[in-house]
């Protein structure tokens, strides 16, 4: 009975989450009904198990959230995004479409851009490139997806993505973590998802499909070309935060940098200086970045536009890390409960290949895809088994460095279900339906899981991070 309780509370989750309601409402409604059914007192659960680890998630992570958003909407509202997107498009040209808006979108994302920005940057010189090179718009999403929500998401080192940090604060690891085989993977998907999409693209146009008659959201930048920033200049605060970010992560950090707060008898939930450093680094390039893109751009906002960019950044990151915080709360409630004992042996009872890295790839991917949140399914993952993953990689002598990359590139796979926000947010943006596009995002969506376990492969025979 406990265990069907937490299946039922697993699938109305996910319907509740892909008809549009809020996560930030209703996980912890399911994760009660969870505990109700397992004979735990409502109130308690609410307030000690979900509503506790909510806030620890918070205290963790939301710096990276705030930075990160006030960082991309500056960049869109100076115009800086849009510069870039812009100038990588028209170079490439109409002949190579598809792989200028990849590119575009993949620059942005490595660079920091928030990928909800990116969508919306890259969008308007996007659609009126494929009008002019006359390929299907229902083609778009995908394109734009393959660009933005794979490789510089969360395979390749370094990225900034809160994807690419979350592991750091459970295995010790920093960013640039398993740099060959993140990589190896990245690249891999680039080339199969360019294959996909460019077989669609030949496919639609020997059936004799064109762009197609759109009326919804369509984009009219011709107007204000010129008044976009040189691609030089705007790459800057792109570059500045990968730079700093690389320097600050290796900064020797005095390691006895937490004593001080360990007297004082404050709550720390980092275990050691080594499992912050990462967000410690993340913070201080995006700071840069965001003074370095103000710098840059303020001449172009408008009065007061500032102020809007900053406050707008700032709330914004509220939604986002209250939907995740609140998945994570649903995951330790669940997690609490006798039932998920059986759930979680079946899990790491998963031992192909005689390492915890199928596992782990297999629970992360599962979890993003029910709760439709990288992000949310990894911290979830993570928090429930990342001990139990990484006694059993020191067991067999395992770097933890692999446990991060797959872990980063796994919830990444099976998270871009129908009822993801930001797959949502893209269809709104161009205009179109999960009926109309869905499909390619999918196909990418299986691309970068099946990657996920070549990965795992590559790392098996060969050793090699």
């Known amino acids: 009975m406990e265990v069907i309780g937490i ?16 996560v930030i409402l209703f996980a912890p409604v399911f994760a009660l009904l969870a505990a109700s059914l397992s004979g735990l007192s409502l109130m308690p659960a609410y307030t000690e198990l979900f509503m506790a680890k909510a806030v620890t998630y918070v205290k963790s992570f939301f710096p990276v959230f705030m930075l990160g958003a006030v960082f991309g909407k500056v960049m869109e509202d100076t115009g800086l995004a849009k510069g870039i997107a812009h100038a990588i498009i028209k170079g490439l040209g109409k002949e190579r479409a598809i792989l200028a808006v990849v590119l575009s ?6 660079g920091g851009v928030s990928l909800f920005v990116v969508v919306f940057a890259v969008y308007p010189f996007a659609a009126a490139l494929f009008r002019e090179a006359d390929i299907p718009k229902r083609l778009l999403p995908g394109t734009i997806a393959l660009g933005a929500f794979t490789a510089t998401m969360d395979s390749f080192p370094g990225t900034p993505q809160i994807q690419n940090l979350i592991p750091t604060n459970f295995f010790g690891t920093n960013g640039y973590a398993a740099p060959i085989c993140g990589l190896l993977g990245g690249i891999a998907i680039y080339a ?3 294959w996909y999409m460019e077989g669609r693209r030949k496919a639609a146009a020997a059936a004799g499909e064109g762009y197609g008659a759109h009326t919804l959201n369509e984009p009219e930048v011709k ?42 008898k404050l709550p720390l939930t980092a275990a050691a200086v080594k499992n912050v ?24 906002l408008p009065q007061g536009g500032l102020a809007k ?10 939604l986002a890390i209250m939907n995740t915080a609140s998945e994570v709360g649903y995951g330790n409630v669940i997690a609490s409960l006798s039932g998920f004992k059986a759930i979680s042996g079946a899990l790491l009872g998963i031992k192909v290949g ?16 029910i709760t439709g949140s990288a992000s ?41 279900l129908p009822h993801n926000g930001a797959v949502i947010t893209l269809l709104a943006v161009c205009g179109l339906t999960h009926r109309d596009s869905y499909r390619d995002i999918f196909a990418i969506t299986c691309i970068k899981t099946a990657m996920v376990f070549a990965v795992i492969i590559f790392h098996s025979i060969t050793g090699i991070l």
């Open 376 to 416: 949310g399914g990894m911290s979830i993952a993570l928090d429930l088994m990342a001990k139990d993953w990484l006694a059993w990689a020191n067991q067999i002598g395992m770097s933890p460095e692999i446990l991060h990359r797959v872990a980063s590139m796994a919830s990444g796979g099976m998270d871009t």
């Open 277 to 300: 450093v990462s967000i410690w680094a993340l913070i201080i390039a995006l700071v840069c970045g965001i003074l370095l893109a103000i710098a840059l751009g303020f001449s172009r």
């Open 192 to 194: 199969i998802g360019m």
């Open 105 to 110: 979108a993949s620059v942005l994302t490595y």
């Open 309 to 318: 960019a900053l406050n707008a950044g700032a709330i914004g990151s509220l």
């Open 223 to 264: 107007s204000n070309e010129g008044s976009l920033p040189s691609w030089h200049i705007a790459m800057l605060p792109l570059l500045t935060v990968l730079v700093v970010n690389f320097i600050m992560t290796r900064f020797s950090w005095d390691p006895n940098m937490l004593q001080p707060f360990l007297a004082m």
């Open 7 to 22: 299946l039922l509370s697993l699938f109305l989750l996910m319907f509740f989450a892909y008809r549009g309601f809020s």
């Open 354 to 369: 005689g390492s915890p890295l199928v596992s782990e790839a297999v629970s992360v991917t599962t979890l993003a895809g």
